[in-house]
């Protein structure tokens, strides 16, 4: 096996009314060096990695070995040294660079040659819902959907604009927070949270942050049943709107929350708010326009 390496991004689901369906890629990265070895040996290198203790618990590990065996292939042993950027359970799509990562690996270490539909198929089923994996795939901002037939996706070029994140301390299962949503929805409700992501799409088709700023912040799907599970929830969109952003949502199931500034603003949005949330990590984040890139090493 050619040595090689696995980056993935992060991403940020929903965007407001995009619940389950849209989602950007973000320039904080999972990634792994991988080259063959008689027996397993992992290395990892971050603090926002899970420990592991034993290898058949490594959570990218079983994914790629559920993925050779469903090609009926056995997953070799290998050296794997593993980096991220990416905090779990924070709302960054922790959870879904793995889940790319693991499917990514099967296909290099044993030569599966999955298309990139298979893999959207193979990570969707995993994570549940394509809003992170699509655009941790694939890279950009991604809207995409899961009907009887396919998984059905656009790329949708974004406008330009500053993309800050503000990650608090304490992360939040995404389990936790999708416990925390009704199970149905009353047809009016719908229509209209369905309407307003509608106009969003159109708004950021059209070029219209200032549009798409108000439409982001005015979901009806998740934001509502799951503010009151998220520290500062009101402070920051309503800081962040004073201080010049179009709009600020939250990322994924949160914690984190994320604003879109005109390009150039957001540097001073992230000194205000470092201020204003000293225990936060706030930091301006450029859109990841590659999704998860495979390179051979050496
Ligand atoms: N790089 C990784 N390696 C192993 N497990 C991971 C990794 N990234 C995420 N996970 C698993 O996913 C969980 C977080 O997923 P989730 O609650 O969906 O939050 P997130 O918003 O970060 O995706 C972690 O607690 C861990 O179990
Ligand atoms: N649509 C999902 C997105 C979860 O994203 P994560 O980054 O919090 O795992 C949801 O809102 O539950």
Redesign the pocket.
Known sequence: MTPFRIRVPASSANVGPGFDSMGLALNLY?TLDVSASATWKIEQHSSH??EVTDVDNH??VTIARDIAGRWNQEFPPCKMTVW?DIP???????????IVAGIELADQACALALTREKKLELATEMEGHPDNVAPALMGGFVISTVTDRAIDWVQLPMPDADVIVYIPEAGL???AARKALPDTYQRELAASASARSNVLVASLASGDFHLAGNMMECDLFHEPYRAELIPNYDDIRSEAKKSGAYGTVLS??GPTMMSFAPTGKGESIVSHFKELLPDYQVALLQIDHDGAVISLQG
């Open positions: 999972l990695l899970p959570y990218i991220s779990l359970a924070r709302g960054l799509g922790s959870s879904a660079s793995a299962m995404t389990e994924g199931s």
